[in-house]
């Protein structure tokens, strides 16, 4: 029994010295964070989003929050949300008011998204002069145009929603003969909903829309009393 709490005392030191981290075993995981950047409006706050440049060999085209990879500098993903966003949008970081994080998004093409929502926040403590995000000057190497939608309209206008399908088969190496209970001829299929949001020629999809939909689901009540 001494053995055993001795080694309770070693697995607890081990762990309180280290940051769990996802084990990508089977996975080719991949992360990142991602900003909902809300700005003033003329009609109550607007979301920020980003159409992606068509120089990118990921999803050029395609609709996206300000975001991108943790670096090594980055102190967190939340930190990481920021720099990113600020890079991206040609704005000072400290610019950028960090409000909260949001529910994790777990992609089933490996990808694992942190995403924070954050406001504009110039003012003449922090010497940023309050421009309209037309005036920023974005890095057109990874963005290829920014445009907003009013809080007002995301909040009552409901998504359309489409679904996919994703089949697992067990390759010729996969040892059934260990599992006998397991069907060889029966593979994993499971369905999910994909979003879309159609706000006038700008479409809203994928991982961007799952994010902003649960968003909206776990806040929506609250945010329009602001909107």
């Known amino acids: 029994m001494n053995d055993l709490h001795a080694m309770a005392a070693w697995i607890q030191q081990e762990t309180s010295a280290r940051r ?3 084990d990508q075993t089977g996975v080719v995981m991949r992360t990142a964070s991602v900003l909902l950047l809300l700005l003033p409006g003329n009609n109550g706050p607007e979301l920020l989003f980003e159409v992606r ?13 300000p975001g991108g990879h943790r670096e090594s500098g980055d102190l967190n993903f939340a930190a ?13 970081y400290n610019s950028i008011k960090l409000c909260g994080t949001l529910d ?12 924070f929502a ?10 940023i002069q309050d421009t309209g995000y037309t005036q920023w000057n974005y890095n057109r190497d990874e963005v290829a145009e920014l445009f907003t939608v009013p809080l007002s309209w995301l909040l009552s206008h409901e998504p359309r929603i489409g679904t996919a399908h994703i089949q697992v088969t067990r ?14 001829h029966k593979d994993f299929h499971q369905e999910y909903p994909i979003y879309f949001y159609q706000y006038e020629d700008k ?11 649960s968003f909206l689901e776990r806040f929506g009540k609250g945010l329009a009393n602001f909107a």
């Open 118 to 127: 954050g406001i504009w926040n110039p003012d003449k403590d922090n010497g």
């Open 104 to 115: 994790f998004f777990a992609a089933h093409n490996g990808f694992m998204v942190y995403p």
């Open 80 to 92: 990481a949300a920021v720099r990113e966003a600020s890079e991206e949008l040609g704005v000072p």
């Open 171 to 184: 390759k010729d190496d996969f040892p059934f003969e260990l599992v006998p209970h397991l069907d060889p």
């Open 20 to 22: 769990p981290r996802l």
């Open 53 to 65: 440049s068509g120089k990118l060999d990921w999803q050029p085209g395609d609709i996206c929050f």
């Open 203 to 213: 479409v809203i999809w994928g991982m961007t829309a799952a994010i902003l939909h």
